[in-house]
Nanobody, 123 residues
Framework: QVQLVESGGGLVQAGGSLRLSCLASGSIVSINAMGWYRQAPGKQRELVATTTSGGSTNYANSVKGRFTIFKDNAKSTVYLQMNTLKPEDKAVYYC?????????????????WGQGTQVAVSS
């Protein structure tokens, strides 16, 4: 009933930029929060940035000042603008969306994960 589709990953040189996007589609009633997480090889998944329905944002210390999360409510899409990329930013990036959707006559609140998109940074 709900799908998340990510795009925008790739290979970039250190110091370069990438923009990730995540589109949520389906019988969505409202989106409560959207965010990005990442998982590097051999490491646990970690929070990168989140944004709420009210527009407040939160960033991991490691990306503050370099990454920006923003969303287009009309398109149910969240973006992650990544600037000044470093080799340590290499990971699979996952979007995470906390939303409410219609399921028949019911409204269901659930958190969804995107399929992941690879970001690689060469030094």
């Amino acid at each position: 009933q709900v799908q998340l589709v990510e795009s925008g990953g790739g290979l970039v040189q250190a110091g370069g930029s990438l923009r990730l996007s995540c589109l949520a589609s389906g019988s969505i009633v409202s989106i409560n929060a959207m965010g990005w997480y990442r998982q590097a090889p051999g490491k646990q998944r970690e929070l990168v940035a989140t944004t709420t329905s009210g527009g407040s944002t939160n960033y991991a210390n490691s990306v503050k000042g370099r990454f920006t999360i923003f969303k287009d409510n009309a398109k149910s899409t969240v973006y992650l603008q990544m600037n000044t990329l470093k080799p340590e930013d290499k990971a699979v990036y996952y979007c995470n969306v906390d939303l409410t959707y219609n399921s028949g006559s019911r409204r269901v609140r659930q958190t969804y994960w995107g399929q992941g998109t690879q970001v690689a940074v060469s030094s």
